[in-house]
Structure formats: C-alpha cells, structure tokens
C-alpha cells in the first residue's frame, strides 16, 4: 500500500518487472508513480540505506518464511497474491556445513 502523495521505488529486478511496474503505474491513477532506471553503484546504494535508516523509505514485507518453507514461499509468490516482498529468513548453524 502506497500512501497519498508518496512515491514507488523500484531497484533491480528485470525489465519484465520494469516495464509492468510503469505500465500498471499509468493505471493507477490514485498514486504518483516515479520511474528511474539507473545501474546502481555504491554511492547510490549507500544513499538508500540512510533513506532507510532514517525511516523515509521503507519496505513492505508481506510474508516470511522459514527457510524450511521455500516450496511454500515459492507457491505463495507463484499465484501472483503477493503485495510486497516474501522474506526466506536462514539462521545460523552450530557448526561449519560439510
């Protein structure tokens, strides 16, 4: 969910999923849809995480899942109902993996 008057901010991800943010932005018609392409490079990135940091962007996480759950994970984001990221969470083991 985007509020009134903010702004949509994609990065990364492959043109496909560009041109469908764009073009489904044009027919939104009740939010203001921002589009900037650009290769991201550290000063950029470091840019977003103060953003970040200082709480004026944020992401929005519609559903975790333990890495356990990947199969789950990958149904859920299959049938299209997703509205904003599904996080895989992977933890630590006690030992190195062999």
Same mark, same amino acid.
């Given at each position: ?7 949509? !901010? ?8 560009? !041109? ?24 950029? !990135?470091?840019?977003?995480?103060? !953003?970040? +940091? +200082? ?16 199969? +789950?994970?990958?149904?859920?984001? +299959? ?20």
């Amino acid at each position: 969910m985007l509020r009134d008057g903010g702004t949509y !901010l994609f990065v990364g991800g492959t043109t496909g999923a560009f !041109l469908q943010v764009a073009l489904l932005g044009r027919w939104s018609g009740s939010r203001a849809m921002k589009m900037h392409a650009t290769r991201p490079n550290a000063a950029d !990135l470091a840019a977003l995480t103060k !953003l970040f +940091e +200082e709480g004026r962007v944020r992401s929005v996480i519609d559903r975790r899942y333990p890495l356990s759950g990947v199969p +789950e994970a990958v149904r859920y984001l +299959e049938s299209r109902r997703a509205r904003g990221k599904v996080v895989v969470t992977c933890t630590a083991t006690a030992g190195p993996v062999q």
